[in-house]
């Protein structure tokens, strides 16, 4: 169902596309940031208000940006892509705001998903190290290995501990220091 104000929406994303249609211009776009509105009143390129979910998204083909954009009007580009890249985004500052509050962050649903490590690792947060072989995929394979593993008791006490330091000292400090969150 389209929002009230799609042709708003519509005609932003047109403008600032380089192709002239929305059909092929809803395609040059990525979700690059999202900002957390502090009373829920945020307003969209497209003029819904109350928004407590303020994302930026940018043009690959020419580095225009719209912000603030609310997530319904992103499900209105129908691309699967940017939907996870919101569902990512969330989770993310949903880490960065239990670090913060000073819980431990778990290797769980509750903070993570495939696609969120899969965003840790194409932005370098398991960086290269003595202990990852000089090499963070491999830590990004062990913590998606992990994250795989149903019962989570079943894991070795030294796996629980390799994930922990893996955790503690690259993915949230990473989390808490990435300006794609907002403040």
């Not at 998204?57 to 954009?69: K, Q, R, S, V, W």
Request: with cysteine; hydrophobic share 35%; net charge neutral.
């Amino acid at each position: 169902m389209k929002t009230a104000n799609f042709h708003a929406l519509r005609r932003a994303v047109t403008e600032a596309s380089t192709a002239s249609k929305w059909k092929t211009g809803v395609l040059e776009w990525e979700v690059t940031s999202v900002a957390e509105h502090p009373t829920g009143e945020g307003e969209c390129v497209c003029g819904q208000t109350n928004l407590l979910w303020l994302y930026t998204i940018t043009n690959t083909h020419n580095g225009a940006e719209l912000f603030p954009i609310g997530s319904t009007c992103v499900n209105h580009f129908e691309r699967t892509d940017l939907n996870r890249q919101i569902a990512v985004f969330r989770k993310l500052v949903h880490i960065r705001s239990a670090a913060r509050e000073g819980r431990q962050i778990a290797l769980t649903t509750e903070y993570f998903s495939r696609a969120v490590l899969d965003y840790l690792y194409d932005v370098g947060a398991f960086t290269p190290d003595q202990y990852n072989e000089n090499d963070g995929w491999n830590d990004w394979e062990f913590l998606r290995k992990m994250f795989g593993v149903r019962d989570k008791t079943e894991i070795s006490p030294k796996r629980q501990w390799k994930i922990r330091k893996i955790l503690d000292q690259k993915a949230v400090p990473f989390v808490i220091n990435d300006d794609r969150l907002g403040d």
